[in-house]
């Protein structure tokens, strides 16, 4: 990949790219490998526990399966959202009965086509990203599925697709969302998601824990803006609030 593309997914990938080009790259991005993450296809792939919880829990779609495999073979594979990690979000999506979900950060769409899977045909995913290369990975995947009329894809800045969706009168009208882009906006999405998500309605934040650096973020800009929203979520009483130590640590937050 060139560096400009680099860029773009730098920040949001932390411990992938920087295991997968941190060689080349030097030390600055390497170091980002280090920590700690749960991710079944990351961190905790050889684990036992984890193989024993992916074999006993594990009901992944045959095109899920599929679009993992494929995404496996791209050099940002490490991005991709944890599948056990998926499948809570699209059992909560299921249990508050979403039709409206809201993706921040696709990449090749595996929670994409996950939560697309879960929806009613009446359903829909606002998929944001600014990649669209990562996309056309995936869309092959979403139609072989059946489900690529419930994606609505938005290639440009999410800040942007939220505000015109708020513009457009869409407020308290999502069920669901899920931020997993690049994290120094993360607080900025989260208010916009609060805006946009009904009451009862869920905002699922990925990465929280961050391989283990919110420990001590120093002054790196992502782990700092991900700690800020941690801790502002951490006494927001717009919602109710767990984070759990699943992938790389994922806080669902109920809006109240
Ligand atoms: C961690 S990946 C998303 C993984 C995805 N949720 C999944 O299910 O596998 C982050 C994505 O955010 C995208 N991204 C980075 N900056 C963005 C921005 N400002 N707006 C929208 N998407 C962005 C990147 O292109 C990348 O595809
Ligand atoms: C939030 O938590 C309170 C106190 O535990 C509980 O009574 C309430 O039902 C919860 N609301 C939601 C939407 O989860």
Redesign the pocket.
């Known amino acids: 990949m060139d560096l400009s593309n680099l860029q773009k997914v730098l920040g949001v990938t932390g411990l992938g790219l920087g295991l997968v080009v941190g060689v080349g790259l030097g030390k600055r991005f390497f170091s980002q490998s280090h920590g700690r993450s749960f991710k079944s296809h990351g961190g905790a792939k050889d684990d036992p526990l984890t193989k024993y919880v992916l074999q006993n829990s594990l009901r992944e779609h045959p095109v899920l399966q599929k679009l993992k495999q494929r995404t496996l073979e791209d050099q940002n594979y490490l991005m991709m959202v944890a599948c056990e990690e998926a499948q809570l979000l699209a059992n909560l999506a299921t249990l508050i009965k979403a039709k409206k979900v809201i993706e921040i950060g696709v990449y090749t769409g595996y929670n994409t086509l996950n939560m697309a899977l879960t929806l009613p045909a009446d359903g829909v995913v606002v998929a944001c990203d600014i990649n669209m290369d990562f996309a056309n990975i995936g869309k092959p995947f979403w139609s072989e599925a059946g489900v690529e009329h419930k994606i609505d894809l938005r290639i440009k800045p999410a800040s942007e697709t939220l505000d015109e969706l708020l513009q457009a009168g869409e407020a308290e009208t999502y069920d669901f969302a899920f931020i997993d882009a690049d994290k120094v906006n993360y607080c900025l999405y989260y208010e916009k998601c609060l805006q946009l998500i009904r ?2 309605g869920i905002i699922a934040i990925d990465n929280v824990l961050w391989g283990g650096r919110v420990l001590s973020p120093g002054n790196d800009a992502e782990t700092l803006s991900i700690d800020e929203l941690n801790k502002k979520i951490a006494r927001d009483s717009r919602v ?1 609030v767990s984070m759990l130590a699943i992938g790389d640590g994922v806080t669902l937050a ?3």
């Open positions: 009451k009862g109710n109920f809006k109240l």
